[in-house]
């Protein structure tokens, strides 16, 4: 195909996906509606920033009332930044990967402190802003400060390698698929043209069971025409993850739990926690329990899958009513409040095992 024909080609795509968002946006608590946006109504950069942050990794449903709770309690980025930050983590729990919580703050009071409390408008600047990535600085600019810029998350890419049959496997396919969406991408209304293209990945071209029968672009899509489109993206073959060991440590008082708060680097740095011993992304634990004690141990009691490894935990039980503690740092948590303790999933579940255990 010609240079001119794949411009005129592209140009009637990039068309027929920003018509079907107008009359088929998902209605999200951080949008303003394509009919406002095309008033000029732009969308609050704090807001887009928020809600890109959590949306890394974690789905729409899961983010949505987390982000309303974060707007609700924290309803600007100085409001945030004056937060502190064992407060911004516990309100995160269950959002995973946190250190994005941790960045969160970083960032607000960043902008805060340097940038007189406003997101810089271009895409080059707003990368420089601690955990902000290409992708998260690109959204932010499209859609909070209409710029053109390129947009591509895990919807987008997918869209885009089926649109047009990218069959370099990932992530060396990432440059071409980028090439495809910067000829996609419009002049003018990128910020709701990269919306769109998220609405579409998300509720018509998904990774399973795509609807092509209703999707707005068939006729263009070269994976349809191949008749075999959930082959794109391609992707590499998968790795074995490998498997760390950990144990945790469940000690009780006077209807108090003994928490502790996990080292201020490494993996869920800061956040509150059970004791445990040392586990940690590269190594296993070693076993070593926080105090000299009885403890009755309960092998593999909960998996828990991270991006690179998957984690198996025992849990040994100190039964005393009145333990000797020599740690340092250690917390008496009320068990009735354990949900307001903000821990991360992995020790909500031993918790949960516990629970269910003493119903027994
Ligand atoms: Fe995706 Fe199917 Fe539409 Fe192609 S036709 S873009 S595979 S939904």
């Known amino acids: 195909m010609g240079v ?8 009637k795509t990039s068309t027929k996906i920003s018509a079907h968002y107008v009359d088929n946006a998902r209605d999200l608590p951080w949008r303003v509606a394509p009919q406002d946006s095309k008033r000029g109504v732009l969308q609050d950069p704090y807001h887009v920033w928020l809600s890109e942050i959590m949306l890394q990794q974690t789905t729409v449903g899961a983010v949505k009332p987390y982000f309303e709770k974060f707007t609700r309690r924290w309803p600007t980025v100085a409001d945030l930044a004056a937060a502190d930050q064992a407060d911004i983590l516990a309100a995160w729990a269950g959002l995973g990967y946190y250190a994005r919580a941790r960045n969160l703050h970083k960032c607000a009071n960043h902008i805060t402190d340097n940038l007189g409390g406003q997101f810089p408008p271009k895409e080059s600047e707003l990368r420089k802003l601690p955990g902000v990535g290409p992708y998260t600085a690109a959204a932010i ?21 089926r649109l047009f049959a990218i069959d370099t496997p990932l992530p060396k396919g990432k440059a071409k698929i980028y090439d495809a969406m910067d000829a996609l991408t419009p002049e003018h209304g990128a910020g709701d043209f990269a919306q769109a293209c998220m609405d579409m990945g998300a509720t018509i071209c998904t990774a399973k069971n795509p609807k092509c029968g209703i999707c707005p672009v068939q006729d263009d899509c070269a994976a349809d025409k191949l008749g075999d489109v959930e082959r794109f993206p391609v992707k590499p ?5 490998p498997i760390r060991k950990a144990r945790f440590f469940w000690v009780e008082r006077d209807g108090n739990l003994l928490l502790t708060t996990r080292p201020a680097k490494g993996m869920l740095a800061g956040m509150r926690a059970l004791p445990d011993d040392d586990w940690s992304a590269s190594q296993d634990g070693n076993c070593k329990a926080p105090m000299d004690a009885e ?10 899958s991270f991006t690179h490894f998957s984690l198996q935990v025992d849990l040994a039980i100190h039964s005393s009513t009145n333990p000797v503690i020599d ?9 009735d409040q354990l949900a307001e ?6 020790y909500k ?9 003493s119903l027994k």
């Open 4 to 11: 001119d024909m794949f411009a005129s080609k592209t140009r």
């Open 141 to 161: 600019a499209a859609i909070a400060f209409g710029a053109r810029a390129v947009v591509v998350d895990a919807n987008i890419e997918r869209l885009a390698a």
């Open 237 to 241: 073959p998968k790795k074995a993850k």
């Open 295 to 304: 403890w009755e141990i309960e092998e593999n009691i909960i998996q828990h």
């Open 327 to 335: 740690i340092s740092d250690n917390i008496w948590w009320p068990l």
């Open 341 to 346: 303790a903000g821990l991360p999933t992995l």
């Open 349 to 357: 579940k031993a918790a949960l095992w516990v629970a269910k255990r």
